[in-house]
């Protein structure tokens, strides 16, 4: 079974950075996955914000991210979302989300395993 845990959040001012981490066991010896950072800010649809995939490196972000968000894994465990120029508007609980199917997607329902989050507030 799939663990995924979450961490790096905390509360910082607009334009400062974050750098989130997120832990994945249960794999096993599977080497092809997607792993993707969702969020969700109160009353608000969860989003995505950046999936990778394991199988040919690729990276998707929405046009909503405008570069400032960037994924990156150091290894088959440990995967990042770093945070920059963080806006009052990305206020909101960032998910960890992995899922045996390699192709990087941008949707909730393509993701099988998910962490509890970690929350970012961002303010003045």
């Known amino acids: 079974q799939v663990h995924i845990v979450e961490s790096g959040g905390g509360k910082v001012q607009p334009g400062e950075s974050l750098r989130l981490s997120c832990e994945v066991s249960g794999f096993g010896f599977r080497i092809y996955y997607k792993i993707a950072w969702f969020r969700q800010a109160p009353g608000k649809e969860r989003e995505a914000v950046a999936c990778?995939?394991?199988?040919?490196?690729?990276k998707h972000y929405p046009g909503s991210i405008e570069g400032r968000f960037t994924i990156s894994s150091a290894n088959a465990v440990n995967t990042y979302l770093q945070l920059n120029n963080l806006h009052p508007e990305d206020t909101a609980v960032y998910y960890c989300?992995?899922?045996?199917?390699?192709?990087?997607?941008?949707?909730?329902?393509?993701?099988?395993?998910w962490g509890q989050g970690t929350h970012v507030a961002v303010s003045a």
């Open positions: 989300a992995a899922d045996p199917a390699p192709t990087c997607s941008l949707v909730a329902g393509d993701f099988g395993s």
């Open positions: 990778a995939s394991s199988r040919d490196g690729t």
